[in-house]
């Protein structure tokens, strides 16, 4: 492959990649901005027929828009609490939501940041890659036990969708006893809180991932 391809190549990665990781955000924004415009033009009038200053009006609407998209969001949380409510949300999923770029790795890191039992990461580690003495947080997501390496994903700050996957040997791994929904915490907060998870390597010969 030659500079030129290369160079495009790595800008439509770059570009594509960056798309998916703002794009379930971007969406989550347009439908809450969407509900407060709807919200504004037909409870606007009704409030301004009340001789009010325009600033108490401008407030007493968001504060009803806001009130409006935290009912909705608890009707939307009980609906699919039932059983006829998951078979939709499935069905809706695998249908549409799936096919959007992003969509399943925000999926796993909401569900991880507010308590899914399941999750592709299985453990916090520190990592340094070129032996340089500069270590990155890392989550391991795949173990290969047919040899002595493991898969790490090295997620950016302060969006944890996206990052780098190495393979790694265990020696070159640091294991910690941190949570998972803690680092990513940190990461999100681009390092802030980074303190714990140093404390919490684990106390091994070399401080190095050992199996069992």
């Given amino acids: 492959m030659s500079i030129k391809n290369k160079l495009i190549n790595y800008l439509l990665t770059t570009l594509i990649g960056g798309l998916a990781a703002i794009l379930p955000l971007g969406l989550i924004i347009l439908f809450i901005r969407?509900?407060?415009?709807?919200?504004?033009?037909?409870?606007?009038?009704?409030?301004?027929?009340?001789?009010?200053?325009?600033?108490?009006?401008?407030?007493?609407?968001?504060?009803?828009s806001v009130i409006a998209i935290l009912a909705l969001f608890f009707s939307i949380g009980l609906f699919i609490r039932t059983r006829f409510g998951k078979m939709v949300v499935h069905h809706i999923e695998k249908k549409y939501l799936s096919k959007l770029p992003g969509y399943k790795a925000m999926r796993e890191i909401v569900q991880q940041l507010f308590g899914g039992n399941r999750t592709f990461f299985s453990?916090?580690?520190?990592?340094?890659?070129?032996?340089?003495?500069?270590?990155?947080?890392?989550?391991?997501?795949?173990?290969?036990?047919?040899?002595?390496?493991?898969?790490?994903?090295?997620?950016?700050?302060?969006?944890?969708?996206?990052?780098?996957?190495?393979?790694?040997?265990?020696?070159?791994?640091?294991?910690?006893?941190?949570?998972?929904?803690?680092?990513?915490?940190t990461i999100i907060s681009c390092g802030a809180g980074s303190e714990s998870v140093f404390t919490s390597i684990k106390n091994t010969d070399n401080k190095k991932y050992t199996s069992g």
């Fill in 34 to 64: 969407w509900i407060v415009k709807l919200i504004e033009r037909y409870l606007e009038p009704l409030v301004a027929l009340f001789e009010t200053d325009s600033r108490f009006t401008t407030i007493i609407v968001y504060a009803i």
């Fill in 123 to 185: 453990e916090v580690v520190l990592i340094d890659i070129f032996n340089s003495g500069v270590l990155m947080t890392g989550f391991i997501t795949d173990y290969q036990e047919h040899n002595n390496y493991l898969t790490v994903f090295v997620p950016t700050g302060p969006n944890p969708t996206s990052g780098n996957i190495y393979h790694l040997p265990k020696e070159k791994v640091m294991r910690t006893d941190i949570s998972v929904d803690y680092a990513i915490k």
